[in-house]
């Protein structure tokens, strides 16, 4: 039986009953754990521990389900903590995308000045709570969903020693989902990122990384690949998504693993005019909806669980990849996971040893174990760099709430081109998130 102790930092999130019921896929390695919700809003948790409390019994399991709205106490013997917010919530990812947006320079919560004001909001609290891992849980592993995912992994391997894995799901939606669909491999919906089937491999940094290697039933799975991408084109659908997907594997030969992330970098005016008319915006994975509240409802009527039709937070794979890892350690698995963001130390060749980047990794008792990939494909490299200092710059700023640094950060962004535009954006942005940048205030 396991005595782990699960904390969830943002327990008042839409995405708790799709890991409460990963956490029950794996009743037999983690039967016996305490699981405590905590969030600084305490409204919702109740419902939420009960929701645990139902879906445990219905599943025969022995779990214990808690909630608080103090993360000391939530964090006081915690085995794993996972860190799942979005500082300011659903207000604040708005000003990240439209203000950038209505000066003319492309709007996006992790990939342009948003990214470096998200950073600038996110990496404060981040910290705060790994220094509080470090004194009241110091051998913990910490599994991070927090955005911007490599710039909160940088930050916080600077500043604390805390065992911290920071995962993108954009990677676990491939692996799982999308990519069984495209070799017509079933099952379609996978608990696994890699299976003894289909095993693929994506490099680079978070919220740019390409499909290098893949292996269908042990054999070089690009032919196949090859083969299937003729077919797709012609039923191809006129969604901008599959569109550009499609066409940068045509020119690269490549696929890209987060098409929606990279947009801007590529075509970048059309980018900007349908944020400018909202034709692409950022649906909300943060807030509860009333479909989500129904979802909620009829799990506590004792409905089985179900992918919710038709709402992001209810599909499985970011649980199983987030729940997944945590198991991988818990039972000394030595499973293969991709999406992990982590100091590279030679892991793509060509890159810097210090940078931090996202591939695969075996993940058992003592944590990751990056696999090696080599060369990044060099018609990548370029821009890979330029994210790359562009991060860090960012990190800087928000270290020591430099507004110099910050104002560098900002123009060593990819979409920024015009020093008075980034400028005003920066005016805007720092009133816009001045509650949530303490770091400033000195």
Known sequence: MSNEKIVFLGGGSPFIPSLIYTILENKEKLDGSEICLMDLDPSRLPTLVKVGEVLSKKANANMKFTSTTNPKEALEGATFVLPAYRVGGLKHMEYDIEIPSKHGIAGDETGGPGGTFMAQCTIPVTVEYCKMMEDLCPDAFAISYVNPANFVADAVRRETKIKFISICDCFAGFAMSHLPRMLNMPPFERRYCTNEDIRPRAIGVNHLTWLVDLQVNGKNGFPILKEIQKKLKEKISKDWHVEFSMSLYETYGYLNICPSHDYAYWDYNQFLAKRKEKEIWEKSVLGWSETRWKFVEALLAGADYQQHPDEYPFRLYH??????????????????????????????TNLSNNSIVEGPCLVDKRGLTPI????????????????????????????????????QALLACPYVHDMKTAKDIMDELMEAHKDFMPQFKK
Do not use: C
């Open 319 to 348: 649980a199983r990849q987030a729940i997944g890892i945590l198991v991988s350690i818990a039972a000394d698995e030595g499973r293969e996971w991709g999406g992990i963001n982590f100091p590279n130390r030679g892991t793509i």
């Open 372 to 407: 090696t990939m080599g060369d990044l494909p060099k018609t990548f490299l370029g821009l890979t760099q330029h994210i790359i200092n562009w991060e860090e710059l960012t990190v800087d700023a928000a270290l020591s709430g430099d507004k110099d640094l910050l104002y």
